[in-house]
């Protein structure tokens, strides 16, 4: 993973005792404290800050994590994945010994994300706008299963909407991620996430005192492990023109250029060359790629989520386009996403991708207001009331303005 060099072996003792906000999706869950830790990311899975939610079913007990992404290629049989998705339903992973639902595969997740945060105050979680009302009940009945202490939880899109309104709407100084309004008017803006599960577009409106989902699409032909596939054929097949073998007839050698997919993603985000290392038991090939070379790959995938997030804004009930679109870490790294959006988008509208722990962190910050009541406990999915104290900050730039 491109971001693996953040971890350290203990968190600092300043924060071990703040509440993590975690960003929950298909893929993996992602950790962090507020504003009092800095927005810190917090390790999940040495060495990796991420907890990968595959559960591997090789061995004797289930491993969640690292073990089933190293064998996600190679013994695809023996991993159960793709099953927040799926909760409620009759779906089961057989390996064995060993049989999973959705709703046993996520404790057992749970029950790793809780070894991982003892000693920490609280969670809220951050969750894909595609799960049911239903699904998010059966979610929080399993984290009470795994002595979860869940303060709230809150879709993706609203938290970061909600983090990011005032600085928004006002233009505060301090807020790096946006292209500020200088009116305080409502307004839109477009949030995009990616996990396995799908590609999901998100519509929130922002205004003074509330920020409200106006839409939301998941669109599961276009999820993360689409990219991937698109990115290990392509490369595939370059291999076979320079040396005409196909590390797709290996399982290993599968594996091996799998697992070095999503470092050159954020290597071809930064602009560098990707080195892709391909062995075999009986060979082996080394390919430099440039970034354009992996836009390329996934030019087709580009145009099909633009057409479709133009379908979504159309049909928007909205006096004019969205002044922002704001694309999560794992959406933005996906190649030639963030371009092909721009492309598409008028002028006015600024397109933007978030720091891994955006979402993380807004779920943090909200913590205290679970806590103290003035959010509800039930499941955020449409509105999000901001404080009240953000109005009196907007009511004294205005006497200082007058005077």
Not at 36 to 41: C, E, F, P
Request: net charge neutral; hydrophobic share 40%.
């Amino acid at each position: 993973m491109g971001w693996g060099s953040w971890s350290r072996k203990s968190q600092d003792p300043v924060t071990a005792r703040e509440p993590l906000g975690v960003d929950l999706n298909a893929s993996r869950a992602r950790a962090a404290h507020g504003r009092a830790g800095r927005n810190k990311i917090f390790v999940l899975d040495e060495p990796l800050a991420d907890l990968t939610l595959a559960v591997s079913l090789e061995k004797k007990d289930a491993e969640v994590g690292l073990s089933a992404l190293a064998l996600c290629r190679r013994m695809p049989h023996v991993v159960c994945s793709g099953y927040l998705p799926v909760l409620g339903k009759p779906q089961e992973w057989k390996s064995g010994r060993h049989s999973l639902t959705s709703e046993s595969a996520l404790g057992l997740a749970f029950d790793r994300l809780r070894t991982a945060c003892q000693g920490h105050d609280g969670f809220g979680l951050a969750l894909p706008t595609y799960l049911t009302v239903h699904q998010v009940g059966l979610l929080q009945s399993v984290a009470e299963r795994a002595k979860l202490n869940i303060r709230g939880t809150i879709t993706t899109p609203l938290a970061l909407a909600a983090e990011r309104a005032t600085h928004f709407l006002h233009g505060q100084t301090g807020e790096a991620e946006t292209k500020p309004s200088r009116s305080s008017s409502p307004t839109s803006v477009l949030i995009v996430e990616c996990d396995d599960h799908g590609l999901t577009a998100t519509v929130v409106r922002l205004s003074e005192d509330e920020v409200r989902t106006l839409a939301s699409v998941a669109f599961p032909r276009l999820g993360t492990k689409f990219w991937r596939e698109r990115l290990l054929d392509a490369i595939s097949d370059r291999c076979v023109r320079l040396c005409r073998r196909d590390p797709r007839d290996s399982a290993d050698a599968e594996q091996l250029l799998f697992d070095q997919l999503e470092e050159g993603m954020d290597r071809a985000k930064l602009g560098q060359k990707v080195s892709m290392s391909i062995r075999s038991t009986h060979w082996y090939q080394d390919l430099l790629l440039a970034p354009s070379d992996l836009d390329a790959f996934c030019a087709p995938l580009c145009r099909q989520a633009a057409e479709e997030i133009r379908n979504l804004l159309s049909h928007v009930n909205e006096p004019a386009p969205p002044l922002a679109v704001w694309l999560t870490h794992d959406a933005g790294r996906l190649p030639g996403l963030a371009a092909a959006l721009h492309h598409n988008m008028t002028e006015q509208t600024n397109v933007r991708v978030l720091h891994p722990e955006a979402a993380a962190a807004a779920t943090a910050n909200l913590v205290e207001r679970w806590t103290s009541g003035e959010l509800p406990r039930t499941h955020s999915d449409l509105v999000i009331p901001l404080p009240a104290r953000q109005d009196a900050r907007v009511a004294t730039r205005s006497s200082v303005a007058k005077r």
